[in-house]
């Protein structure tokens, strides 16, 4: 059942992408439709962590959500229509990213996964968490405090070297 809700949530999360090119920024206003987006990935993030601590107790797991969520409220928070659309695509791109993660997290598990699918995860991940990231981190700054998102990209940088190096010695020892 929580496989299914992280799915959904990401699955959201990456809408913002979509939603953001694609409504007017007068229909996103009039639905309230940023405000309402942070109150279910607040939820999401809060719900997440209270079964990290009864269940999994991954403890760098619960870091990262705790962080997201207050992220998340912080740019709940951002009256500017401009830098409502940048934090959310880039959350967007993020959720993304966390999504092709919750994947091949299935398919590891389920051993179906192949170097070259993980290989084209690792390259987005990446192009989003270690490219485009730092970049919307500058661009945010002007209207949020940014210390949080650059934890984030601290922890997604030690995620990226791990990963890193698994893959490498993988592939180095296809050859």
């Known amino acids: 059942m929580i496989g299914t809700l992280w799915y959904i949530h990401h699955v959201i999360g990456s809408s913002h992408v979509l939603i953001f090119n694609v409504l007017s920024s007068d229909t996103i206003i009039y639905y309230n439709i940023h405000e309402l987006l942070c109150w279910f990935h607040m939820l999401y993030y809060l719900s997440d962590t209270i079964h990290q601590l009864a269940y999994e ?13 207050y992220q998340v409220n912080s740019i709940r928070n951002v009256e500017n229509t401009d830098a409502q659309y940048l934090t959310n695509i880039c959350f967007g791109l993020l959720e993304f990213n966390s999504l092709l993660l919750l994947v091949r997290s299935d398919l590891k598990e389920t ?28 661009q945010m700054s002007y209207h949020i405090p940014v210390y949080m998102p650059i934890g984030i990209y601290l922890m997604s940088m030690k ?7 698994k893959l490498k010695k993988r592939l180095l020892v296809k050859l």
Do not use: A, E, Q
Request: aromatic share 28%; charged share 15%.
């Open 111 to 138: 051993k179906k996964l192949t170097n070259d699918i993980d290989l084209f995860m690792y390259i987005s991940y990446f192009i989003i968490r270690g490219v485009m990231f730092p970049y919307y981190i500058y």
């Open 159 to 165: 995620w990226l070297h791990d990963w890193t190096y």
């Open 57 to 69: 107790r991954n403890i760098g797991y619960i870091i990262h959500h705790l962080i997201t969520f």
